[in-house]
């Protein structure tokens, strides 16, 4: 008399079909969880831009005293590059706003060069204090909490800001 083993017989058609589909949905998982991680890589990299673009204009205006108490430093506009800045100042007691509108000059183009969209801001907060603020179009994720939002009403914006102390009244306060 003869046995028959039939459990040692290989796999199935519909076991490899299915094991086809899981791995299908898993490589599905794997690019999806690689796009999010590109995107706040992004996202890092521009907030990471912004603050070294924010603590540049700030050096620069602690650098120009006289022109920061005149209020040459104060702007609020879309960054837009405007060109070429003034090629030399001249050496008189004025220059210091020939200064401030080529620092201006070449911040604005570094912070549309660096960042997507962006808007600036520089005002007088008030006791020699300065607030200077970027935002920005971010790239969004479904991993980011658009209700949280320090920038306005816009979700898709992200921003940093800082206030600085600088003296007025004189050079390099």
């Not at 008030?126 to 658009?146: F, H, L, P, Y």
């Not at 102390?165 to 050079?171: Q, T, W």
């Amino acid at each position: 008399m003869r046995v028959i083993c039939r459990g040692n017989a290989g796999f199935t058609l519909v076991e490899i079909l299915i094991s086809m589909l899981l791995l299908a949905i898993s490589f599905l998982g794997l690019a999806a969880m690689q796009s999010k991680s590109l995107a706040e890589t992004q996202n890092t990299q521009f907030r990471s831009k912004a603050d070294i673009l924010l603590r540049d204009v700030a050096d620069r205006m602690r650098g120009n005293g006289q022109a920061v108490a005149e209020g040459d430093y104060l702007i609020d506009e879309d960054a837009i590059s405007t060109g070429e800045p003034p090629s030399a100042c001249p050496l008189t007691p004025a220059a210091y706003t020939c200064i401030a509108t080529r620092d201006l000059t070449l911040w604005m183009n570094a912070v549309d060069d660096a960042l997507p969209q962006p808007h600036v801001l520089i005002a007088d907060a008030g006791d020699g204090v300065q607030r200077i603020r970027i935002d920005w179009s971010e790239k969004q994720t479904a991993a980011q909490d658009v209700s949280v939002n320090p920038c306005g009403e816009e979700a898709d914006r992200a921003c940093s800001e800082i206030r600085v102390f600088i003296k007025g009244d004189e050079s390099g306060g």
